[in-house]
Every structure is written in structure tokens, then in C-alpha cells.
């Protein structure tokens, strides 16, 4: 692959569909030390996602069956909104575990929506299904080619915007976007990846030698609960051993860390976009004196849309 040239050019591809997201200078959050925070959270439908969504449904050709994609929440959201910016019928499994926040931003997105029992492989096994079924194209949530140079144009975009930093900390589901990024930044730059202890399937290939299965629960499950990494992401971190290292983080770090993001800058973000920030406000990683560190929020689609009416019983 030719990682840095396709994310150059998938950058060019996206960039009339995807926000340019902001990214923040500041201090706080009990740190001696400041971080620079790059707000994607802020993306279309909330999350990264859309990146890898539009670049897979830009750079290929659609068949008439149309799309198909399984997801936790906020990949099955970018393919509906991307596939209705440009016209296309898409189909989307997620597990109830999803919540109903995300379901509801899936439909109204346009989506034909199946919610199926379980987790996230649950979703996938019908999707492929699905696809094998009607030769619909699936839109791979994180090990797909295409899914990974569509998230690594976040990084380039951040490169662009001056991030002067020596290490990226980044949440770690299935392991598409860490895989933009190791395959943006080749061994130029130290990349933690930090996942809930609770779903750790990075963390447990790097242990095993290979990909395992894991099991998924938690905080942060219906976003980061993958049950295996991907393959792509597991190659391009064993090919970068020397700068990619891995961390953990309990559901409770990983709550007061939201807790904070809240508090102290009112960003609000799901537990997922706050896990990267965990690492640090916890002490899972610690920089190194004068190390310049920088975070990226993930997501933002909590559970219960604080801005819902309340139903009121007639």
C-alpha cells in the first residue's frame, strides 16, 4: 500500500462532504501539562466516521443493490448520511446494545435499519449475509482498506492545522481510526492506543501475537466493543512496534474523564471520544518531561440526546 499518497488523495476526494474539525490548545483536566485536543466529535453524525465512509462510497462503484454496513452506532450513521448525500440505498445492522440514540441517528438519517440481538459480530454476521445474499457492497466499519485511508485524512487535516505534537493518544475499537493514523504517520510520531479495559481486543492481539476474540462490555462498548482487531490495524502496529504502545483504562477513569471534558471546556462527548483523554487524567500514560502530547475526541453521541423533550404523559 501506499498509504501517505491515498490518504493525500482521499483527503482531496472527501473534503466537499466533511467538516474541517477544530482543534483546541488548553490545559486542565488535573494535568501539569498542556494538550492539544482535535474535536472530531464534532464531525458529520458525530463521529470520525464519516471520513472512512465517504471515501469508501466515493471511490468505488456502487452496485444496484446498493449498501450494506454493520456497526455499533456511529459507522452505520456516516454510511446513512453518506449514502444519502450521494443517493444511495443503504442498509444497516446494529445490535441493540447500540442504545437509542444512535438507532434514532441511524433512521433519521434514511437508512433501512435492522436492529439484531447481541453485540457488534452479531450485526456483522448478518450484514455479511446481507451482502452475500443481494451483492450489496459492505462498507466495513474498520478493516477495510478504504475505511483506513478515509480516517487517516484526519490526521493529515491535523498536520495541516500546525499539530506539533510527539504522541497521539487515540481510543481503539475495532481499529480503523489508530489505523489511519499509523498508516499516516508511518514511525514519524508515537501513537498510544488506549482502549477500555473491558474491550481490549488491540491489547490482547499484541499480548497473544495475533488477532484473538475478546469479550466486550463496559462504559464505552457500543462504540469500542469489537470483538477481534482488525487486521489491518494489527499489521501496521506490529510493523510500527517501535512507536506504537498500548494502554487500558477502567469504565470509571474513562467516565471522569467525560465527567471533565464536561466540566472544565463543556465538550460534551460520548464515553468512547473521552477513553483517549482517560489514559492521561488516570495515569495510564504518562508523557515524558517536555513530551507534547495531543488527544483525539472520537465521538459524541451519548446515550440520552440531552436535548430530547422529555415525554409528558397526556
Known amino acids: 500500500m501506499h498509504w501517505t499518497q491515498d490518504i493525500r488523495a482521499a483527503d482531496t476526494r472527501i473534503r466537499p462532504y466533511i467538516q474541517r474539525t477544530p482543534i483546541l490548545e488548553t490545559t486542565g483536566?488535573?494535568?501539569?501539562?498542556?494538550i492539544s485536543l482535535k474535536l472530531e466529535h464534532m464531525?458529520?453524525?458525530?463521529?470520525?466516521?464519516?471520513?472512512g465512509a465517504f471515501n469508501t462510497l466515493l471511490g468505488g462503484s456502487v452496485p444496484d443493490a446498493g449498501l450494506v454496513a454493520a456497526s455499533g452506532g456511529n459507522h452505520g450513521a456516516a454510511v446513512a448520511y453518506a449514502a444519502k448525500r450521494l443517493g444511495m440505498r443503504a442498509r444497516v445492522y446494529v445490535p441493540e446494545m447500540a442504545g437509542p440514540a444512535k438507532i434514532a441517528l441511524i433512521r433519521a438519517c434514511g437508512a433501512d435499519l435492522k436492529v439484531v440481538p447481541g453485540a457488534y459480530a452479531n450485526a456483522l454476521e448478518q450484514a455479511q449475509a446481507y451482502e452475500q445474499q443481494t451483492g450489496a457492497m459492505q462498507v466495513h466499519a474498520y478493516d477495510?482498506?478504504?475505511t483506513?485511508?478515509?480516517q487517516g485524512t484526519c490526521f493529515a487535516e491535523w498536520d495541516a492545522q500546525g499539530l506539533e505534537a510527539d504522541t497521539l493518544l487515540i481510543a481503539v475499537g475495532g481499529g480503523g481510526l489508530i489505523a489511519g493514523a499509523m498508516a499516516w504517520y508511518g514511525n514519524s510520531k508515537k501513537i498510544v492506543a488506549v482502549e477500555p479495559e473491558t474491550s481490549s481486543a488491540l491489547n490482547a492481539a499484541l499480548a497473544a501475537g495475533a488477532p484473538v476474540d475478546v469479550e466486550v462490555s463496559g462504559v464505552a462498548a457500543n462504540a469500542l466493543g469489537a470483538r477481534r482487531i482488525g487486521s489491518i490495524c494489527y499489521g501496521l502496529a506490529q510493523d510500527q512496534s517501535d512507536t506504537v504502545t498500548s494502554r487500558t483504562v477502567s469504565d470509571e477513569a474513562i467516565t471522569d474523564a467525560q465527567n471533565k471534558?464536561?466540566?472544565?471546556?463543556?465538550?460534551?462527548?460520548?464515553?468512547?471520544?473521552a477513553t483517549a483523554l482517560a489514559a492521561l487524567t488516570s495515569g495510564a500514560y504518562q508523557p515524558a518531561p517536555d513530551e507534547r502530547v495531543a488527544v483525539l475526541l472520537c465521538g459524541g453521541n451519548i446515550a440520552h440526546d440531552p436535548l430530547e423533550a422529555p415525554h409528558v404523559p397526556s
Open 144 to 146: 477495510a482498506a478504504a
Open 148 to 150: 483506513v485511508i478515509g
Open 43 to 51: 464531525q458529520h453524525t458525530g463521529s470520525f466516521k464519516a471520513r
Open 29 to 34: 483536566f488535573g494535568l501539569d501539562y498542556p
Open 261 to 273: 471534558l464536561w466540566q472544565e471546556r463543556r465538550l460534551l462527548v460520548e464515553p468512547a471520544g
